[in-house]
């Protein structure tokens, strides 16, 4: 059983479509993060949130953290080719990150 | 900036065979951690140091994996002896600290395979 869980855990859409991703658990987080992992490479962190109810944007990508931080959503809009990857959610339990299984998402032109 | 320096990317052995995985932290970073990929179970962290000392190795999965950090630049992952269900891309990352106020950079990872 995942800590963390993410839907879907894949996902193929069209080039500027619109998609949400999300990371959900029983167990509240002190914090989550987001992280993007291209074939061959380790994860990229993209962002940090922290408060309950917090929402960050990076260009066309919206994160949310839940109000009782048990949950978060990432948001892309216009999807692009280049948004294709595994997408990685990550908690903070203790100090130790805890990661989700991910979402891979296909982006095609 | 080379980033953290994995070694080998690619290791294919045979079971029972001793494997060893090697890490260089980024430059300046004081933590380091062990990480293992595979499709069942995800991204799951093995080890994590702190100023070359252990720190919480309480997801090393068996007594058959130990990890050791002699210096601040490098660190090493052995399985002895190794077996198929060990067969997982394995990631190095470190950090300036401990938190998620200091960011882990991880490495290209290793790709293992036991026959």
């Known amino acids: 059983t995942q800590l963390l869980e993410q839907s879907p855990q894949f996902l193929s859409i069209q080039e500027g479509e619109n998609l949400t991703v999300y990371c959900n658990s029983s167990?509240?987080?002190?914090?989550l993060q987001w992280y993007r992992q291209e074939p061959g490479e380790g994860p990229v962190l993209l962002v940090t949130?922290?408060?309950?109810?917090e929402v960050k944007k990076l260009k066309r990508l919206t994160f949310q953290f839940g109000d009782a931080r048990k949950d978060s959503s990432l948001h892309i809009t216009a999807a692009q080719p280049g948004d294709t990857g595994l997408y990685l959610c990550a908690g903070d339990l203790g100090g130790k990150l805890i990661f989700g299984q991910g979402t891979e998402l296909s982006v095609k032109p | 900036d080379a980033g953290v320096i994995q070694s080998p990317r690619h290791e294919v052995t045979e079971m029972g065979q001793e494997v060893t995985l090697r890490c260089k932290p980024i430059?300046?970073?004081?933590?380091l951690f062990w990480y293992r990929q595979t499709m069942m179970r995800g991204l799951e962290l093995l080890i994590y140091f702190n100023n070359n000392v252990p720190i919480d190795d309480s997801g090393m999965p068996e007594d058959r994996f130990s990890a050791k950090m002699p210096n601040a630049s490098f660190s090493t992952l052995k399985i002895q002896p190794s077996e198929p269900r060990d067969s997982a891309v394995y990631f190095c990352?470190?950090?300036f600290g401990l938190g998620l106020n200091n960011e882990q950079f991880f490495g290209p990872g290793t790709r293992l395979t036991v026959l």
């Open positions: 949130v922290v408060t309950g109810g």
């Open positions: 430059s300046g970073h004081n933590s």
């Open positions: 990352a470190s950090s």
């Open positions: 167990s509240v987080f002190s914090s």
